[in-house]
């Protein structure tokens, strides 16, 4: 069964940090991306950073750069998400996706998300 697994959100004060985990099982070989997006009430869901499983290339939206680390560990098929400086507006539902690489990571599975707040 294919399936995107998240953990790791919560709630923090400002300037605080969280890891996130996908742990990921039964892709195939032609999602060679994986992405993190997010989604705050009434706003669109927006890319935040994305890494290629075959080169490590990573990409990172400007909001979250120097703040935010995307990695993998792909002898357990996991990406991480190492937010850092978090700050209010980080606050929203994240959202882990495996997909193709075309502009950015264009995703095709979708996790189930996991809940970041950032208080002030």
């Known amino acids: 069964q294919v399936q995107l697994v998240e953990s790791g959100g919560g709630s923090v004060q400002a300037g605080g940090s969280l890891r996130l985990s996908c742990a990921a099982s039964?892709?195939?070989?032609?999602?060679?991306?994986m992405a993190w997006f997010r989604q705050a009430p009434g706003k669109e869901r927006e890319g935040v950073a994305s890494i290629s499983t075959e080169d490590s290339r990573t990409y990172y939206a400007d909001s979250v750069k120097g703040r935010f680390t995307i990695s993998q560990d792909n002898a357990k098929n996991t990406v991480f998400l190492q937010m850092n400086s978090l700050k209010p507006e980080d606050s929203a539902m994240y959202y882990c996706?495996?997909?193709?690489?075309?502009?950015?990571?264009?995703?095709?599975?979708w996790g189930q998300g996991t809940q970041v707040a950032v208080s002030s």
């Open positions: 996706a495996a997909g193709i690489p075309l502009n950015g990571c264009a995703p095709a599975l």
């Open positions: 039964g892709l195939t070989y032609s999602l060679t991306c």
